[in-house]
Structure formats: structure tokens, C-alpha cells
């Protein structure tokens, strides 16, 4: 029984470390890409695994017998316990950005100028969450100057008809596919568009937007299609070209805008660890302000044991965060994120801007050419 035990827990540190390894592999299946996202969960489980391979490892040494197999066994004990700990200490490394330990990459507010601030509410609000009451609700306590919300239905957009009395500004495209978007904004949105970037059922925003001090930025709003959604003519699972062309899309956008004040934000679908969202910020250069400052998870509220921080605010070297903070879940299976950053053009300290690696650019051309479907040639 000893024995099958510890067979079960080298099983386990086997298929953990093959879980590490598969998200290095340079492919867009769904089932190889998915790994990106729960690095937390498979740390937590490589640790017990690793505790109880050096227990029952120690029990199993006791019991050998000297001679041939002993140095066998020994490889064996020795082997699985250092592959697991490599393993953890790759996967630790992803995440540790993510964690207070690590330095601030958007730096914090000293003195923001009211004029100059701007409080963003992002929310997942679920296209088939009813719920619409404690969305105004939550509008109404935290009071912000926009809201960018993904996956409105027709009934939602209706629901929220309220808001255009705090609202005067809106960019609205609802939808019954999973990939509606609302923009609502106090300030006045110049030349606001839907974009269909990739695909013909998948919008995003752009908009310019002016603050109350006369200063204006750019506003982007994402919410690309996710990995492992069964697609609906054929019903195999979509992988993630589409979501990392637009993602690229953006980023090369933003890289060759002129080097203006930009805000993106939306559901990315991806964690903020992964391969994609890491070559986004390269390629764009803009800032994350969860690095140094903590994961701010925000999928699935339904369940504390998978979560991941799928919700996004990447911003310019302009902006300093005053507050960021996840907020209660209203009914969704995400929880909305709420963002307060000052413009500060004149900020003499310098951000640490993400830079293209050699090969980044290519890389990103060749991601959104295999993205982009042929109705969108």
C-alpha cells in the first residue's frame, strides 16, 4: 500500500509538471493555453504534493534493501522532489509580479488634480444575470465618471436606461451573443466607434474622451472571444488565435499612436501572466498597475478555488493610480473592478515602460494574421 501511495503522488507530480511546461509550448489550442490560467491553483497543489513526496519518499527509504535497487530508489526520491520544486519556482516566478514583493510598475498618485482624474467602473455583468438593480445600485455607491460593461443583452441596455440621467455620454452595442458592449461616460467622448477588429460578432470601443481640465485621452474597451467556447457552426472549441489578434491588434495600435495618454480596458479573457497579455504590454508599452500591488482577481466569484484576474486596465505612462479595488460580486460570475487614475503629464518620474523583445513584432504580425477570420480579410 506504501508503495501505490507513493506511486500516486510521483503520478501527480508528473502530470503537475507537465501542466507547467505545456503554456511554454508556442501553440494557440485551447487545451495547451489554458494552463496560462491557474498558476495559483497549481502551485497550492504542488506544494501538498511535494510535502507528501518527502514523507512518503523518507517512509519508502526506510524500507528498501540495500543493494541494486537502492540507488534506483534513491534517483526516484531525489528525482520527482526537484523536478516539483523547479516546477513551483517557474510558476512562482509568473506570479510573483503580481504580489506586494515586487516593485510598483504604475506609480502611485501624489497630489491628484480633480480636473485631471477620472473613476472607471469595468464589470462583466453576465448576459443572462437579471440582476440589472444592483448594477444601478452599485453605480449610485461608488459614483464613477464611466462605466464600460461587457456582455449587455438588448434587456440590459433597456434596464440601464437610468444611467443616461448621470450619463450624457454613450457608445452603445448590445448584443445576444456573449459579446455586447455599453461605454457610459460624464465626460465627453470624441468621435466615439464599434470596431469589429477581428470578427464580425465581436465588438470593441474606441473613443477619445475629455477630461474637466480640457485634456483628452484615448479609451479603448475589449472583451475578445474567450479559449474552449465550443464555436456554433462546427461545435469544436474555439482556440485563442481571435482573442490574442485583437489583443495584438490594439497593442500595435496604441505603439503607433503617437504616444498620446491611452486607457484599455475590458475582459481580456486571459490572466495577466500569460505569453499574450505579456507580448500586449511590450508591444503597446503601456503600464499594469496590479504589478507590485497584488493578482486583483476578478473570475469566477462564484467559486473562491478558480480565480483568475481576467478583468484589465493597462494605461499610459501619463496616468498615476489614486485606487484600485475589486468589488462584491452583483450577480455576474465576475466581479467588477473599480479604477481611479490621475493624468499627469508633468510627473517628472520616469515609468518603467515594457519594450518589444527581438522577435515581438513579428511575432504579433504573424498572431493577428492567423486571427483575423476571412470575412474580415
Known amino acids: 500500500m506504501r508503495t501505490v501511495i507513493l506511486v500516486m503522488f510521483r503520478l501527480a507530480a508528473l ?25 495559483m491553483q497549481i ?5 501538498a504534493t ?8 523518507g517512509q519508502d527509504r526506510r524500507a528498501l534493501p540495500a543493494g541494486r535497487h537502492a540507488r534506483a530508489g534513491r534517483l526516484l526520491r531525489v528525482g520527482f522532489p526537484a523536478a516539483l520544486a523547479v516546477a513551483m519556482g517557474w510558476q512562482a516566478f509568473r506570479i510573483f509580479p503580481y504580489t506586494p514583493l515586487a516593485p ?22 453576465r448576459y443572462d444575470n437579471t ?12 459614483n464613477p465618471d464611466a462605466i464600460l460593461l461587457v456582455e449587455p443583452t438588448a434587456r440590459w441596455d433597456q434596464q440601464l436606461e437610468p444611467l443616461t440621467g448621470r450619463f450624457s455620454h454613450a457608445v452603445r452595442q448590445p448584443q445576444e451573443n456573449h459579446y455586447g458592449i455599453l461605454l457610459f461616460s460624464r465626460f465627453e467622448l470624441i468621435d466615439p466607434e464599434v470596431r469589429f477588429l477581428v470578427e464580425a460578432e465581436v465588438p470593441s470601443v474606441r473613443t477619445g474622451m475629455r477630461l474637466p481640465s480640457g485634456d ?9 472571444k474567450p479559449p474552449g467556447l465550443k464555436r456554433p457552426v462546427d461545435r469544436e472549441r474555439a482556440d485563442t488565435e481571435q482573442r490574442d489578434a485583437e489583443l495584438l491588434t490594439v497593442a500595435k495600435e496604441v505603439r503607433e499612436s503617437g504616444g498620446g495618454p491611452v486607457i484599455v480596458a475590458g475582459d481580456f479573457n486571459d490572466v495577466a501572466w500569460s505569453h499574450t497579455t505579456r507580448l500586449f504590454q511590450r508591444i503597446s508599452g503601456l503600464l499594469d498597475p496590479r504589478v507590485g500591488r497584488g493578482l486583483y482577481n476578478t473570475y469566477n466569484a462564484r467559486s473562491a478555488l478558480t480565480r483568475f484576474p481576467l478583468d484589465h486596465v493597462f494605461v499610459s505612462e501619463h496616468f498615476r493610480l489614486v485606487d484600485m479595488r475589486v468589488l ?20 517628472p518620474e520616469p515609468s518603467p515602460n515594457p519594450t518589444p523583445d527581438p522577435g515581438d513584432l513579428e511575432e504579433a504580425n504573424q498572431a493577428i494574421d492567423d ?4 470575412d474580415d480579410d
Open 43 to 47: 502551485i497550492a497543489a504542488m506544494a
Open 15 to 39: 502530470v503537475l509538471c507537465v501542466f507547467t511546461v505545456l503554456p511554454v509550448v508556442p501553440a494557440d489550442e485551447w487545451f495547451v493555453r489554458i494552463f496560462d490560467f491557474p498558476r
Open 50 to 57: 511535494l510535502i507528501a513526496l518527502l514523507v512518503a519518499g
Open 371 to 374: 486571427g483575423i477570420t476571412p
Open 216 to 224: 483628452t485621452l484615448t479609451l479603448y474597451g475589449l472583451h475578445p
Open 328 to 347: 462584491p460580486p452583483t450577480g455576474s460570475d465576475h466581479h467588477p473592478v473599480l479604477i481611479t487614475l490621475a493624468y499627469d503629464p508633468a510627473d
Open 131 to 142: 440582476d440589472a438593480g444592483a448594477l444601478l445600485d452599485l453605480v449610485a455607491q461608488t
Open 104 to 125: 510598483l510598475q504604475l506609480p502611485r498618485a501624489d497630489k491628484p488634480d480633480p480636473d485631471r482624474t477620472i473613476r472607471l467602473l469595468i464589470f462583466n455583468v
